[in-house]
């Protein structure tokens, strides 16, 4: 897999999948995911109302959370298929 705009692009559609699979069996490229994104949160949580600029948000599992409890977000990601898949 390509590790650039078109390889992105082209994992879009399986990408949420990939990373729970990987999670799962705390495998390469995903292990630890969900522990570094709930750092993450509660980094960001411990300021009230704050701003964050997001770069590479994927599919957006962290930052829909984030602007859910009122955080401001700015985002970049250069795959627009990954983009079109936020959830």
């Known amino acids: 897999m390509l590790l650039n705009k078109e390889g992105f692009d082209l994992w879009a ?8 699979h990987s999670e799962e069996k705390y495998q390469y490229p995903f292990a630890g995911y969900k522990a570094i994104l709930n750092k993450i ?5 411990a300021v ?11 599919t957006g599992v962290l930052t ?24």
Do not use: W
Request: proline residues 2%; contains cysteine.
């Open 13 to 20: 559609d399986g990408y949420d999948q990939t990373v729970q």
């Open 41 to 45: 949160f509660n980094e960001v949580m």
């Open 48 to 58: 009230p109302a704050s701003t964050v600029l997001d770069i590479g948000f994927g």
């Open 64 to 87: 829909a959370k984030l602007y859910e409890q009122g955080h401001s977000i700015y985002g970049f990601d250069f795959s627009a298929n990954i983009c079109q898949r936020l959830t």
